[in-house]
């Protein structure tokens, strides 16, 4: 998963771009230290080898605003496969919430070391699992308290997973999660598959060893599985735009045209 590992400071790079623009949708003065030197490489990169950069940016910095505007009033929140994202030390958080993160340890060990003189907002339980394996026990070591309401943010982690893993992963979340939860992820409709607009960013992500295995054209049904009620928007749509969002949107029904999705599902209070 080395790989992932990388991608995690390339998109703490983004993050330090979008906190440079006069329109940000958020600030992340972390950014820089967290994305170093390979980050910004990796950034850079990317931009040579790619036109539409402008669109995945628009897309990490809707993203991210989705989450943190979901996330910012809870009790507790569980960042899963967080990356280098410095969401407990950058939001303006309740006073008495718990932020609870994890990815592999190589990550993990990374950010801490990044981090160690640094003052989080929020009570920070940072740890190390992997998101394959089952966390569930050292989230209940570190504190979590599963009577308590929690938000559940999945960035840019689906798409990595084999299909079992994901219905692994939110069967786990789901056994977690007190009435009143909220589940915040984004994930790419089945066509990124199959056109040929996306066939090339698809393989330099296989090649680069995060070749993307999941993704689905009926989010809803997929969370709804796990007993979560879905609200959700596909990327540029109202409410996941921000004034950020420029492309074109499509109908659903088109299912050949690729798109992200931005899925909001909330755990009912009446089980």
């Given amino acids: 998963m080395r790989a992932l590992a990388e991608t995690a400071r390339w998109a703490a790079a983004w993050r330090e771009r979008e906190s440079l623009r006069a329109d940000r949708l958020f600030h992340d003065p972390w950014a820089s230290l967290l994305a170093g030197a390979e980050g910004r490489r990796m950034l850079e990169l990317a931009d040579a ?8 940016g628009a897309h990490l910095a809707v993203r991210t605003r989705f989450c943190d505007d979901r996330a910012v009033a809870a009790q507790q929140v569980v960042s899963v496969a967080a990356g280098m994202d410095a969401r407990a030390f950058r939001m303006d958080w309740h006073p008495g919430v718990r932020s609870f993160e994890f990815d592999q340890a190589e ?3 990374l950010k801490l070391k990044l981090l160690n003189q640094q003052v989080p907002r929020c009570c920070w339980e940072p740890f190390a699992a992997d998101v394959r394996e089952d966390w569930t026990g050292p989230l209940g070591n570190t504190g979590f308290q599963h009577a308590a309401p929690t938000v559940w943010i999945l960035e840019g982690i689906l798409q ?3 299909e079992t893993e994901v219905h692994t992963l939110l069967a786990r979340i789901t056994a ?4 009143g939860s909220m589940l915040c992820a984004d994930l790419p409709s089945a066509s990124f598959f199959r056109s040929p607009w996306t066939r090339p960013a698809m393989e330099a992500c296989a090649v680069r060893g995060v070749g993307w295995q999941f993704a689905s054209d009926d989010p809803e049904m997929l969370v709804e599985r796990h007993g979560w009620k879905a609200e959700v928007r596909q990327l540029g749509e109202e409410g996941a735009n921000y004034g950020r969002w420029t492309d074109r949107v499509f109908d659903r029904k ?5 798109r992200f999705f931005l899925v909001c599902a909330a755990r009912p209070s009446n089980l």
């Fill in 49 to 56: 080898a790619n036109s539409r950069q402008q669109s995945v």
């Fill in 107 to 109: 990550v993990m060990e």
């Fill in 160 to 162: 990595y997973l084999s």
């Fill in 176 to 179: 977690c999660s007190a009435p």
């Fill in 254 to 258: 088109l299912t050949e045209i690729p």
